[in-house]
Structure formats: structure tokens, C-alpha cells
């Protein structure tokens, strides 16, 4: 099956600062890849995704890029915002079965 | 609101009880996750049902057990519990198995053994 490898944290950051956490995959086949963040006090929801290789997930200032030689999904955002703080969880899926996460990162941005 | 319903919200019971958690999927989508989070072990993935079926299965103790019913509803049931237990437990839907796709969370069952 699939596995993550996922940047350890906790991150702590100054506002406006510029946002990379690693992570790299290990599969047998193409997988989609994702990103889900969890906000305090909440379930995780899909942060972006990219299902091919070169593809490009974004949303909210957050991007990752898909990169199938270096079997990684690196998320970077170049200004954190307080509001970004969160625990952020990267998960390899070529078909939703067995779906396991990343040992999530847990980022602090400060004022 | 991701659709996902969990219930209880909180729950406090005593070691050596049997709790069960309840979960209602988003409205059509067949496949329902459980997760466990806590504080030191990040997201560990329990169990998938599809449809009724179990689908996977993952770091799931045997004192736990769950099902998925035709109303496609799911239940988690924890037995004999130890202190280690406490946890949050998340369930997620999704409307596909076979095709990669989003997982939908609930906001968890946050239990407490003493």
C-alpha cells in the first residue's frame, strides 16, 4: 500500500512568513495526492489535491506541486496568516480504500 | 458543515466499560472511515466500510469493532476500555472506493476514560 513521510513539527512562524512542509510518498502505482488541514476544535477537511504528475493543487495562498521524480508533495504558502494555524496532514489515495494520513504537522503562526 | 455527523460529542466513562460512537455519513456517499487521533500517535486509520462491507482494515484492536447498517449509518464499539483509549474519534464519508476522491470529516467523538 501507499505511505507518507511527513515533515515533523510543530512549526511556529511570524506572520507573513514563508510556509514549506515537506512530504514524500512512497506508492507501487500513480497516486492522487492531497493535503487536509484540521483547525482547532475541528474534523480535517481537503485543503487541495493533485491527481497527476507536474499538477499543481492550490487554494487559500497554499500550493503544492506534484513531483513524480522526487515522489514528493511539498505545501508552501508565502505569507501565513494567524489564521493559518492548524494541523496539516498529507495522504497519498489512488483509490480511496485504506486511506491513511501523514503523521500531520502542527503549525503556529504568531502576531 | 461537512454533512458527517458524529454522536456523542463528549464522552467521560470509567476502564473496563463499552462505549459506542455513532456516525452518519454525508447524504449518498457509501464508504465511511474511522480514525483515531491522539495526542502522541497523530491519525490512525481503524477501519472503511462500503456499503455495508468492510473494505479495510487497519490498526484496529480487537476490543474495538464496528459495523456500517443498509441505512448506511456506522457504529464504533469500544470495549474494555483502558485509559490509553482516550482519544478523539473521527469518522469520514466519501462518495467513491475505486477512484481517489475527498473524505468528509465529522468533528469527532472526543472520549475520555479515567
Known amino acids: 500500500g501507499n505511505s507518507v513521510t511527513q515533515m515533523e513539527g510543530p512549526v511556529t512562524l511570524s506572520e507573513e512568513a514563508f510556509l514549506t512542509i515537506n512530504c514524500t510518498y512512497t506508492?507501487?502505482?500513480?497516486?492522487?495526492l492531497f493535503w487536509y488541514v484540521q483547525y482547532p476544535g475541528e474534523g480535517l477537511q481537503l485543503l487541495l489535491k493533485?491527481?497527476?504528475?507536474?499538477d499543481k493543487g492550490s487554494n487559500k495562498g497554499f500550493e503544492a506541486t506534484y513531483r513524480k521524480e522526487t515522489t514528493s508533495f511539498h505545501l508552501e504558502k508565502g505569507s501565513v496568516q494567524v489564521s493559518d494555524s492548524a494541523v496539516y496532514f498529507c495522504?497519498?489515495?489512488?483509490?480511496?480504500?485504506?486511506?491513511?494520513f501523514g503523521a500531520g504537522t502542527r503549525l503556529t503562526v504568531k502576531p | 458543515d461537512s454533512g458527517v455527523t458524529q454522536t456523542p460529542k463528549h464522552l467521560i466513562t470509567a476502564t473496563g466499560q463499552r462505549v459506542t460512537l455513532r456516525c452518519s455519513p454525508r447524504s449518498g456517499d457509501l464508504s465511511v472511515y474511522w480514525y483515531q487521533q491522539s495526542l502522541d500517535q497523530g491519525l490512525q486509520f481503524l477501519i472503511q466500510y462500503y456499503n455495508g462491507e468492510e473494505r479495510a482494515k487497519g490498526n484496529i484492536l480487537e476490543r474495538f469493532s464496528a459495523q456500517q447498517f443498509p441505512d448506511l449509518h456506522s457504529e464504533l464499539n469500544l470495549s474494555s476500555l483502558e485509559l490509553g483509549d482516550s482519544a478523539l474519534y473521527f469518522c469520514?464519508?466519501?462518495?467513491?472506493?475505486?477512484?481517489?476522491?475527498?473524505?468528509?470529516f465529522g468533528e469527532g467523538s472526543r472520549l475520555t476514560v479515567l
Open positions: 495522504a497519498p489515495s489512488d483509490n480511496n480504500n485504506d486511506m491513511r
Open positions: 506508492a507501487t502505482g500513480y497516486p492522487s
Open positions: 469520514a464519508s466519501s462518495d467513491r472506493t475505486g477512484a481517489a476522491g475527498e473524505l468528509f
Open positions: 493533485a491527481t497527476k504528475a507536474d
